[in-house]
Nanobody
Framework: QVQLVESGGGLVQAGGSLRLSCVAS????????VGWFRRAPGKEREFVAG????????LYADSVEGRFTISRYNVKNTLNLQMDNLKPEDTGVYYC???????????????????WGQGTQVTVSS
């Protein structure tokens, strides 16, 4: 089992930045892909960004490409999401997710992820 805990959410004005972090405990996630998803009020959960096990390949939703940067530090079992030039439409609950051990490639499909954090709220005011 892998437990994921997110932090770093908050309230920020449009154009501002936030950095989300996710720390894994239990089994390591160093040999599996991880990612970030979000759920905006009244909308379905959507993919934000993903990264493979070795941090050599990243995947982004079109809506965040060029503004968000995903990174991971396997030694510390940590996943980060740097969010710059935030927009009001980025508001939502952000979730960290990890694939089952051994599934090394990133994916934009929520169904491909086994472990999920509780989420952290990000609110961007206009």
């Amino acid at each position: 089992q892998v437990q994921l805990v997110e932090s770093g959410g908050g309230l920020v004005q449009a154009g501002g930045s936030l950095r989300l972090s996710c720390v894994a405990s239990g089994r390591t996630f160093s040999n599996s892909a991880v990612g970030w998803f979000r759920r905006a009020p009244g909308k379905e959960r959507e993919f934000v960004a993903g990264i493979n096990w070795s941090a050599t390949s990243t995947l982004y939703a079109d809506s965040v490409e060029g503004r968000f940067t995903i990174s991971r530090y396997n030694v510390k079992n940590t996943l980060n999401l740097q969010m710059d030039n935030l927009k009001p439409e980025d508001t939502g609950v952000y979730y960290c997710a990890a694939r089952t051990a051994g599934w090394a490639l990133s994916s934009s499909r929520a169904l491909d992820y086994t472990y999920w954090g509780q989420g952290t709220q990000v609110t961007v005011s206009s």
